[in-house]
């Protein structure tokens, strides 16, 4: 048996998934980060995320700079999904032989503009060989009990909000795979996404579940409902759509609310809120959290959810 034969990499992680046994760990296995007990006010999150080149960038049309903002805005994101701040990076890369020197400079160019957004020093790393260039972030970030956001937290009756608009990735990433010319700002949500780290500080105080959107809005849904034991309903209209993605789905005659529900890459943050909070909600209401276990979109149980590596009907099948 393969990996698509056991379900892809959601069912890989659920194998492979044990329980911490030491009692600091707070979360294991299934959250965007690991979480650690420091002292009774701090709390260390733990994440690390790996882009191969062909998987999830292309030489041919990221710049060497897009992969490093990438790389690191994507494991920003992990953290800001916790309700956490970024303390320190290492960096891992394993390169073919003709990579240049101009091209790492340049990777670490973009890297080091990303924390020095945030805040955060690189602190370490691994360099090594590779057939196809591979780039591999851990971040260490912190956070405390009161701050922290699980997917778990999510409760029936609460609404569901999105940080901003979605779909932006995936239309990119269509247009760079068709080779269309034009459409710069498109494929710009593609090759240099910013996650919702500079919004943490009004989301945090509503803000139940949390989670980033790495894999498609219904993916992320349905982590949520997993992780809390519930159900949700969203509505397809109410999802924000990236400004330019209904004139590429026009183009390319897909449904731009499949690049927000199935595309992934957005990195933008859903996170569930009690609908008292309704006024303060950060972004858009995007549907409500349901008693049971079904997901459901407008009035249809949805039975196909967001990008996966290994599985056998990936809707973006990656970057050539
Ligand atoms: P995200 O999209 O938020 O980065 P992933 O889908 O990559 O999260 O991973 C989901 C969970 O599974 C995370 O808690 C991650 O740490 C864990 N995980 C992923 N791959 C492995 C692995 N090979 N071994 C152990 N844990 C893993
Ligand atoms: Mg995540």
New binding site residues.
């Given amino acids: 048996m393969n990996l698509t034969e056991l379900g892809g ?1 959601f069912a890989f ?1 659920q194998r ?1 998934a044990r329980k911490p046994k030491s009692a600091e760990v707070i979360a294991g ?4 980060c ?1 979480v650690v007990r420091i002292d009774e006010h701090t709390l260390h999150l733990y ?1 690390v ?1 790996m882009l191969v080149e062909g998987d999830h960038f292309s030489r041919a049309y990221f710049t060497p700079y897009d992969v490093g903002v990438k790389c690191m805005e994507s494991n920003v994101s ?1 953290i800001a999904a916790m309700g956490g701040q970024v303390l320190y990076g290492l960096i891992s890369i394993a390169f073919p032989d003709d990579i240049s020197i101009d091209f790492l400079d340049e990777l670490y160019r973009g890297m080091y503009e990303v924390a020095d957004r945030y805040e955060f020093d690189i602190i370490g790393g691994d360099t090594t060989h590779a057939e196809r260039m591979v780039v591999c972030i851990t971040l260490v970030g912190k956070t405390s009990p009161s701050r922290l956001k699980l997917r778990s937290m999510a409760e029936p009756g609460d609404l569901i909000a999105v940080s901003g608009p979605l779909g932006g990735a995936a239309a990119g990433l269509r247009l760079l795979q068709e080779g269309i010319a034009g459409y710069t700002e498109v494929k710009r949500y593609h090759t240099t996404p910013r996650c919702s780290m500079n919004q943490l500080d009004r989301i945090v105080p509503i803000a139940k579940a949390m989670e ?1 959107v ?2 498609g809005l219904a993916s992320e849904v349905r982590n949520i409902c997993m992780a809390s034991g519930v159900g949700a309903r969203l509505t397809r209209e109410n999802i924000p759509l990236c400004e330019g993605i209904c004139e590429t789905a026009v183009l390319l005659r897909d449904d731009p609310y499949d690049y927000a529900l199935f595309g992934g890459e957005d990195f933008k943050l859903v996170y569930t809120v009690t609908p008292d909070h309704y006024n303060r909600i950060v972004g858009s209401v995007v549907g409500e959290i349901t008693a049971g276990t079904d997901i459901v979109l407008d009035k249809e149980k949805l039975t196909r959810f967001g990008y996966d590596h290994f599985a056998p009907n990936r809707i973006n099948g990656g970057v050539p």
């Avoid at 296995?29 to 965007?32: K, L, R, T, V």
């Fill in positions: 990499e992680i492979i296995i299934g959250d965007d690991a994440t995320d992990d980033d790495s894999d």
